[in-house]
């Protein structure tokens, strides 16, 4: 009997046994908490059919994506899960990020996970480039620095990479500070670099000023 069942699934052109990963859901989305750096989404999955599924790849969208996918093997009626850590790297606002999963009951066809995070912009520092002329007025230029959690934030001390630039921070209204440059000699061309020292909800972090004589 199972002989006639073989041979009338071949003649109809259909296998006699199908694997099928069933996924809890194919998109996260997560809020990023005031002062992280990084998110873990958790996708996870399930064999439904009745043949073991092998995961032949799983490929993240971007570098800043990393990925574990725990087995390779999935066997019937097996659960798994495919982790994904996103590491914002100085990321703000909405970001989307995708991994594309390729297993060997879907010939040609990837399965597309999604991770979606917001992330929210503790610090706004503008402008991020300040610039003068060699030879013209060594005037004082100033970059405006808003808190956007000023509850949560403290901004510490300056950092110049280079003396030919002066640089002083001055408060203003509550999370709100202006940073004064001005350069020594405009006689010469020179870059420099501005650190601007900020702990914000404990963690510490350096905002860079760029400033440069052309």
């Not at 064999?47 to 990925?67: E, K």
């Not at 917001?118 to 007025?137: H, S, T, Y």
């Not at 004082?140 to 901004?155: D, G, H, L, M, R």
Request: aromatic share 6%; with cysteine.
């Amino acid at each position: 009997m199972r002989i006639l069942v073989l041979l009338v699934s071949l003649l109809a052109g259909v296998p006699s046994g199908a694997a099928a990963l069933t996924w809890q859901t194919h998109e996260i989305h997560l809020q990023a908490a005031l002062g992280q750096d990084e998110v873990e989404g958790v996708f996870r999955f399930r064999n439904t059919g009745d043949t073991p599924v092998r995961i032949l790849s799983v490929s993240p969208s971007c570098s800043c994506v990393a990925v574990q996918s725990g087995k390779e093997v999935v066997a019937p009626g097996e659960s798994g899960e495919i982790r994904a850590a996103y590491k914002f790297n100085g990321s703000v606002g909405h970001e989307v990020k995708t991994i594309a999963v390729v297993t060997n009951d879907q010939v040609g066809h990837a399965t597309i996970l999604t991770l979606t995070v917001d992330i929210p912009e503790p610090l706004v520092v503008n402008p991020r480039f300040l610039f003068w002329e060699m030879g013209k007025d060594p005037a004082e230029k100033s970059v405006e620095i808003v808190a956007t959690y000023p509850a949560q934030t403290t901004v510490g001390a300056l950092q110049c990479s280079n003396t030919l630039f002066a640089a002083r921070l001055q408060p203003e209204a509550a999370g709100r500070y202006r940073l004064w440059v001005k350069p020594v000699d405009l006689t010469q061309p020179s870059t420099g670099i501005i650190g601007l020292n900020v702990v914000i909800a404990g963690h510490a972090k350096v905002y860079q000023i760029f400033v440069a004589i052309k």
